[in-house]
């Protein structure tokens, strides 16, 4: 079963619009954090936000919230007021307290922002 | 400047001509790991390091090998490369585990 899941392969959206990148995660691991990193067509993979399982609050940076709803599993990116350099491919990513390091990566989406 | 350097950004080598990829970070993290990307396979953890001297195998780990010498340098070895290690190579570094990781910027090997 896929631990990371991000059913939106990808999305066409307006300049200036917000946009909601989908992310839904599977652990059993009461304690863990989730990422969103964007790979622009460059290649390079840039870290965008991280949310710890315990953490209370949403994590936000600039643009960036992180919405997590721990319930139901979820922790979806937003963008707000998008930039034509959004676009790019973005990577949902969890990280288990275990002891190999792993950073398990969703298949991503690809964000097209038009002008 | 905070970073993890990789370098080469780009080769292209022949079948079973040994290469290094290497991977340097200035953040004293401890832990390192690296990834390859493929298309329709994702990004998939090669080998991981949690300090100096200690290092395990990831998921894909068949023909690589590694080293962690030092704390901040984390090479990647391919003893005799073939066409299927044709990749996207990334060296990841982070202070542990739930803490984010930060990329190098990726090393696009070709293996002809």
């Known amino acids: 079963a896929q631990k990371i899941t991000q059913t939106q392969p990808g999305m066409f959206v307006q300049e200036k619009e917000a946009v909601t990148l989908d992310c839904t995660y599977d652990?059993?691991?009461?304690?863990?954090?989730l990422f969103w990193y964007k790979q622009p067509s460059s290649g390079e993979m840039i870290f965008l936000i991280y949310q710890g399982s315990y953490d209370q609050q949403n994590a936000t940076e600039g643009r960036y919230s992180l919405n997590f709803q721990k319930a139901r599993k979820s922790a979806n990116l937003v963008i707000s007021a998008s930039q034509l350099g959004d676009s790019a491919m973005y990577f949902c990513a969890m990280r288990e307290s275990n002891r190999d390091d792993k950073i398990i990566f969703g298949k991503g989406t690809r964000l097209h922002i038009l002008p | 400047e905070a970073q993890v350097t990789q370098n080469p950004r780009y080769l292209i080598t022949v079948t079973g001509k040994k290469l290094t990829v290497t991977c340097s970070q200035n953040m004293n993290h401890e832990y390192m790991s690296w990834y390859r990307q493929d298309p329709g396979l994702g990004l998939r953890q090669i080998y991981y390091s949690m300090n100096v001297e200690v290092t395990d195998k990831g998921d894909v780990p068949e023909g690589y090998k590694v080293s962690r010498k030092e704390k901040r340098n984390f090479p990647l070895i391919l003893e005799s490369p073939s066409p299927n290690q044709t990749s996207l190579y990334f060296c990841a570094s982070s202070f542990g585990d739930r803490t984010e990781a930060f990329f190098g910027q990726g090393t696009r090997l070709t293996v002809v």
């Open positions: 652990t059993s691991d009461p304690s863990y954090g």
